[in-house]
């Protein structure tokens, strides 16, 4: 099975001369000396390692494109004829009570202290790259308008140009920082959080002190790694001033702006950007519980921790560490993964895929549990953007799983919502949207309803998060569908009874019973009993 064909990717702007290419290394079959262009090869051999990475930078997302051999895909939602599981308590079943649009979509997270949620999906950590910058009003305020958390990525504050620090290193002014939480804050309805993400560097930086005692935010969230790069997070810088000032912060700048040979390449003009990485992370048990303390000490309700495509090895620690520590949600994030500045290798060939690790996960849950440990609550991210997989990832996790984390799926919202604002003003709307209206109200079908619920406040919110707004809508929609469809009118009925494979291997995978053993044996007793 030819999983990938290296060596070209629209994601690196390369591609093959030739029409035939050899499957193991992606080297077209008949190379030619003299080739204009443009295999990453060829790229490569006066890029280097520019061709690392997708890009542009800061104008696209990207997503690995690897086709593993199981996936979500290979499990289908069982559908039945009778019975309606998390009606009210005191209604009676029957066809006006079991109605789709009366499905309850809301979840919680939390070991005591609880977040509800109106759907069971929470952005991806949105950091310090370009992308969650400039768009970040819009993810911000459409994530506070959803009623779903909105996770605020690492290096938020090492990266600000505003940033202050104190005698004794650490944060004592981050204006981007304070603009991010202030932003989601002012449409938040009660209904899930805005949560930061720390690394290495934030923790030397103070950044849970800085939230914590100039915002007063409840939780904060630990970070091992992610289902795109087990390296840490990256930026792109373009300026040499700014390559040099992140170093001087602390920061892993490549190649080295500080070192004259790169600075004459800077300055003409074959090097154009410097690389800003974080540092790898080294778990300890006693390291990790004395991190869990410090973080209480300063006043945090509750701590999360989100973890990466990682070995076997390292999902139990994560799971038996959070389980002692009485965290309040872990986010689990399988390969491939990426939203906006990975290594394109790595994001396609390491780490072990998502449906394979959320089998794991639950399959070490409930050991776990056997041994009389209370599971933490469980996230699962990796790929998701609709709700059929959202769903069957909640169901296949059941009951350990409470919500998917989404990445890409819901950026992309937030930026068309943005762009078709840019195009309205312009007096330039593409076909695909104009066939549609000419106006903000005909365009976007949720826009009356945020109207009527914001009143003169509308203005103030974003077309992006309009855009994200109505995409969960939908997505609210559909999930009803599906789960009125499996007779389950609350996410707290779904159970992997509700799935079933359709090839032996993911049923191996996963301990979903094959299409055709499913409620064989119930079947049976229907038929001939």
Request: with cysteine; aromatic share 8%; hydrophobic share 35%.
């Amino acid at each position: 099975m030819n999983l990938r064909q290296p060596n070209a990717n629209e994601a690196t702007s390369t591609a093959n001369r030739s029409r035939n290419v050899v499957p193991c290394s992606g080297i077209c079959t008949r190379c030619m000396d003299g080739c204009k262009g443009g295999c990453e090869i060829w790229l490569s051999s006066f890029r280097g390692r520019e061709v690392l990475y997708p890009g542009p930078f800061g104008g696209i997302t990207t997503g690995a494109d690897k086709n593993y051999p199981v996936d979500y895909s290979h499990l289908n939602i069982q559908g039945y004829a009778v019975g309606a599981k998390g009606l009210p308590e005191g209604t009676d079943a029957n066809p006006d009570t079991a109605v789709f649009s009366s499905v309850d979509t809301a979840t919680e997270y939390g070991h005591t202290k609880k977040v509800t949620m109106l759907l069971p999906i929470f952005t991806g950590a949105l950091g310090s790259t370009e992308i969650a910058r400039a768009n970040w009003e819009h993810f911000a305020v459409g994530a506070a308008i959803s009623g779903i958390t909105l996770v605020c990525g690492e290096n938020v504050c090492g990266v600000d140009p505003g940033l202050k620090l104190d005698a004794k290193g650490k944060v004592s002014e981050s204006p981007e920082m304070d603009r991010r939480i202030a932003t989601y804050r002012k449409f938040h309805g009660g209904y899930g959080e805005i949560l930061v993400q720390m690394n290495v560097e934030d923790t030397r930086l103070g950044t849970a002190e800085y939230v914590g005692t100039k915002h007063n935010l409840d939780t904060i969230e630990l970070k091992w790694g992610q289902g795109a790069k087990s390296i840490g997070g990256e930026i792109k810088v373009t300026s040499l001033e700014r390559a040099i000032e992140l170093k001087d912060r602390g920061y892993i700048v490549l190649p080295d702006p500080t070192v004259k040979e790169n600075q004459a390449a800077f300055k003409a003009g074959a090097l154009k950007e410097f690389e800003r990485h974080s540092r790898l992370g080294f778990i300890t048990r006693e390291g990790f519980f004395e991190e869990i303390d410090r973080l209480r000490d300063i006043g945090f309700k509750r701590i999360t921790l989100k973890t990466g495509a990682y070995s076997m090895v390292e999902l139990a620690m994560a799971l038996r560490y959070a389980a002692e520590a009485e965290l309040d949600l872990l986010t689990i994030d399988g390969a491939p993964g990426g939203t906006g500045m990975s290594p394109w290798p790595m994001m396609n060939e390491w780490g072990i895929p998502t449906f394979y690790l959320q089998s794991l996960a639950c399959r070490f849950s409930k050991e776990l549990e056997k041994k009389g440990k209370r599971v933490p609550d469980l996230a699962m991210a990796g790929g998701f953007s609709d709700e059929p997989s959202v769903f069957k990832a909640l169901a296949m996790g059941s009951p350990y799983f409470k919500a998917v984390c989404m990445g890409r799926g819901l950026m992309i919202p937030g930026m068309v919502g943005k762009n078709i604002g840019k195009w309205l003003q312009a007096g330039d709307l593409p076909k695909t949207v104009s066939k549609y209206g000419s106006t903000i109200e005909e365009i976007f079908v949720c826009y009356e309803e945020l109207k009527e619920r914001y009143g003169g406040r509308i203005k103030e919110i974003p077309l992006g998060a309009v855009g994200i707004y109505t995409y969960t809508q939908k997505f609210r929609t559909g999930l009803q569908q599906l789960m009125a469809g499996s007779r389950n009118f609350r996410l707290s009925t779904i159970s992997r009874g509700d799935l079933m494979a359709l090839t032996p291997e993911a049923a191996e995978i996963s301990g979903i019973p094959y299409v055709m053993d499913a409620r064989y044996n119930e079947a049976m007793a229907v038929l001939l009993d």
